[in-house]
């Protein structure tokens, strides 16, 4: 059995895309919710105007990988709330990145008095948009924001974190979510700010930001379940995890649900093999369990050993 619930929102299965693949437009999200092997979808990032992104080439496979400066192309935040109103069948998330504090209060009040009744997702992590800093990084502008919205937003509410790297910063971190009514947590975003070197051109591969851009896929999983592990040990139990970086493998999942993950995201290795990913993922997953003799991911979610 693999199911999942946050908030009042139930999961009758336990992926998802990572926001940011496969769903800027609707046929990609429709895809995505046609798939049996997919609980729920994402949205892409939106900010109020649609927005170009970056310059290409902003998105890159490597040996172990991805680096993106994607820079939130989108198609505007009344596109996806309106997808969320009208199209799915599936759960899904509504994910809202605005340029500007108050840019993500004026969506937020948007989704407030619309008669959606899904999630949504405050992504405080774009590592992309030139000139504006990872928000999470900033604990005090963080608890500044969550402060504002609550104030206001009454509907499930969880947040999209960057990878943090110190065991104190996951300690202030979790106090401040710990302050407000979150629906989840989703870590993590991609780990920002890396750079790949081509020896062959002696070059950057992506053109944004002189080739600095976030790193997904497995060169991120440890770091992934380090933070889905400290956080399920530090929130309140009623604040959701959704296991996002770095699962390539039935044995990646495994992995963050033992870590505590609720739902597991998948993003580089959706891009790179597309949504039959999913299926992959489930059959792995489910010979690991017929192994291991669990019928059902709640028996082993968060029964992370330590030494
Ligand atoms: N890329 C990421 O890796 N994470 C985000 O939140 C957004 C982008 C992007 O649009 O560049």
Same mark, same amino acid.
């Given at each position: 059995?693999?199911?999942?619930?946050?908030?009042?929102?139930?999961f009758?299965?336990?992926?998802?895309?990572?926001?940011?693949?496969?769903?800027?437009?609707?046929?990609?999200?429709?895809?995505?919710?046609?798939?049996?092997?997919?609980?729920?979808?994402?949205?892409?990032?939106?900010?109020?105007?649609?927005? &170009?992104?970056?310059?290409?080439p902003?998105?890159?496979?490597? @040996?172990?990988?991805?680096i993106?400066s994607?820079g939130?192309?989108?198609?505007?935040?009344?596109?996806?709330?309106?997808?969320?109103?009208?199209?799915?069948?599936?759960?899904?998330?509504?994910?809202?990145?605005?340029?500007?504090?108050?840019?993500?209060?004026?969506?937020?009040?948007?989704?407030?008095?619309?008669?959606?009744d899904g999630?949504?997702?405050?992504?405080?992590?774009? &590592?992309?948009?030139?000139?504006?800093?990872?928000?999470?990084?900033?604990?005090?502008a963080?608890e500044?924001?969550?402060?504002?919205?609550?104030?206001?937003?009454?509907?499930?509410?969880?947040?999209?974190?960057?990878?943090?790297?110190?065991l104190?910063?996951?300690?202030?971190?979790?106090?401040?979510?710990?302050?407000?009514?979150?629906s989840?947590?989703?870590?993590?975003?991609?780990?920002?700010?890396?750079?790949?070197v081509?020896?062959?051109?002696?070059?950057?591969?992506?053109?944004?930001?002189?080739?600095?851009?976030?790193?997904?896929?497995?060169? =991120?999983?440890?770091? @992934?379940?380090?933070?889905?592990?400290?956080?399920?040990?530090?929130?309140n139990?009623? =604040?959701?995890?959704?296991?996002?970086?770095?699962v390539?493998t039935?044995?990646?999942?495994?992995?963050?649900?033992?870590?505590?993950?609720?739902?597991?995201?998948?993003?580089t290795?959706?891009?790179?093999?597309?949504?039959?990913?999913?299926?992959?993922?489930?059959?792995?997953?489910?010979a690991?369990?017929?192994?291991?003799?669990?019928?059902? =991911?709640?028996?082993?979610?968060?029964?992370?050993k330590?030494?």
């Amino acid at each position: 059995k693999m199911d999942a619930q946050i908030a009042n929102v139930k999961f009758d299965g336990l992926f998802i895309n990572a926001s940011g693949v496969h769903c800027q437009l609707n046929n990609d999200l429709d895809e995505l919710q046609a798939n049996t092997f997919v609980a729920g979808t994402v949205t892409k990032s939106a900010t109020l105007a649609s927005r &170009p992104g970056n310059p290409r080439p902003r998105y890159v496979d490597l @040996a172990h990988g991805s680096i993106n400066s994607m820079g939130l192309p989108n198609q505007g935040f009344d596109y996806y709330l309106n997808y969320a109103l009208t199209r799915p069948s599936k759960p899904v998330i509504l994910s809202v990145a605005g340029l500007s504090v108050a840019e993500n209060l004026k969506m937020l009040t948007q989704i407030q008095e619309s008669s959606f009744d899904g999630l949504t997702e405050l992504n405080l992590s774009c &590592p992309n948009v030139i000139g504006k800093p990872q928000l999470a990084y900033d604990f005090q502008a963080t608890e500044e924001i969550l402060t504002a919205v609550f104030s206001f937003f009454k509907k499930p509410l969880g947040v999209k974190l960057p990878p943090y790297f110190d065991l104190v910063h996951f300690d202030q971190m979790a106090a401040i979510l710990n302050k407000f009514p979150l629906s989840h947590v989703n870590s993590i975003n991609s780990i920002g700010n890396g750079l790949w070197v081509d020896p062959v051109t002696e070059s950057v591969v992506i053109k944004p930001k002189n080739g600095f851009g976030g790193v997904g896929g497995a060169y =991120i999983l440890p770091t @992934a379940l380090a933070n889905v592990r400290a956080f399920r040990m530090r929130l309140n139990p009623a =604040i959701k995890l959704i296991g996002t970086g770095g699962v390539t493998t039935g044995a990646d999942v495994f992995a963050h649900l033992l870590c505590g993950a609720d739902i597991i995201a998948v993003g580089t290795q959706l891009q790179v093999e597309g949504p039959l990913v999913f299926e992959r993922l489930t059959n792995e997953l489910a010979a690991i369990m017929d192994e291991k003799n669990y019928q059902d =991911i709640a028996e082993l979610r968060g029964k992370l050993k330590t030494l």
